[in-house]
T-cell receptor, first 117, second 116 residues
Framework: KNQVEQSPQSLIILEGKNCTLQ??????????LRWYKQDTGRGPVSLTI?????NTKSNGRYTATLDADTKQSSLHITASQLSDSASYIC????????????????FGAGTRLAVHP | GAVVSQHPSRVICKSGTSVKIECRSL??????MFWYRQFPKKSLMLMAT?????????EQGVEKDKFLINHASLTLSTLTVTSAHPEDSSFYIC????????????FGDGTRLSIL
């Protein structure tokens, strides 16, 4: 069964600290993996995307890693800010053709991050 | 670029009424649009896939007569929740994508639907 599991479910850190969010998946065949940031009451916004051959991708203070062998990904946030408080969703895309001709997205349940001053 | 606009952002209505939600791609043509539902502290659940000019494809367990989807143009898809009841209260999010299986989905900001 295609699944994406994220940990922890929620996390509280102090402003300025670093944190790492985890994502394990069993989606096959794999196309790509994205990390999204979703603010409360808003739609998800893409942070990073990685394909099978990429094992790290940065976007400002966000750095994502991917280990396609172990099917694990992480999102590292450096020097956290209050505005980083949000849900972070790991989304894995299954290869085109397996689900009616388009890549189907498998969503994780997200990690709710709260950054406190 | 790649902005998806959803309207309204919030709607409160009485039980039994029908509610229409619009999803527009503002700066690109979306051959495919997706409708998701999200419960509090849960992730997005795909409801249906909408292709321009053809009938929507619904996920298992989603009532097509309850959630009417129309994708009349390359920039607009609508979701109508018919005869809404309190259990239909949820956060509905659309996304849009250009042609091509590997193209990313761009998400709208969602619609908070509350049925009294």
């Amino acid at each position: 069964k295609n699944q994406v599991e994220q940990s922890p479910q929620s996390l509280i850190i102090l402003e300025g600290k670093n944190c790492t969010l985890q994502c394990n998946y069993t989606v096959s065949p794999f196309s790509n993996l994205r990390w999204y940031k979703q603010d409360t009451g808003r739609g998800p916004v893409s942070l990073t995307i990685m394909t099978f051959s990429e094992n790290t991708k940065s976007n400002g203070r966000y750095t994502a890693t991917l280990d396609a062998d172990t099917k694990q990904s992480s999102l590292h946030i450096t020097a956290s800010q209050l505005s980083d408080s949000a849900s972070y969703i790991c989304v894995v895309s299954a290869l085109r053709g397996r689900y009616g001709g388009y890549n189907k997205l498998i969503f994780g349940a997200g990690t709710r991050l709260a950054v406190h001053p | 670029g790649a902005v998806v606009s959803q309207h309204p952002s919030r709607v409160i209505c009485k039980s039994g009424t029908s509610v229409k939600i619009e999803c527009r791609s503002l700066d690109f043509q979306a051959t495919t649009m997706f409708w998701y539902r999200q419960f509090p502290k849960k992730s997005l659940m795909l409801m249906a896939t909408s292709n321009e000019g053809s009938k929507a494809t619904y996920e298992q367990g989603v009532e097509k007569d309850k959630f009417l989807i129309n994708h009349a143009s390359l920039t607009l898809s609508t979701l109508t929740v018919t005869s809404a009841h309190p259990e239909d209260s949820s956060f509905y999010i659309c996304s849009a994508r250009v042609r091509g299986g590997s193209q990313p989905q761009h998400f709208g900001d969602g619609t908070r639907l509350s049925i009294l």
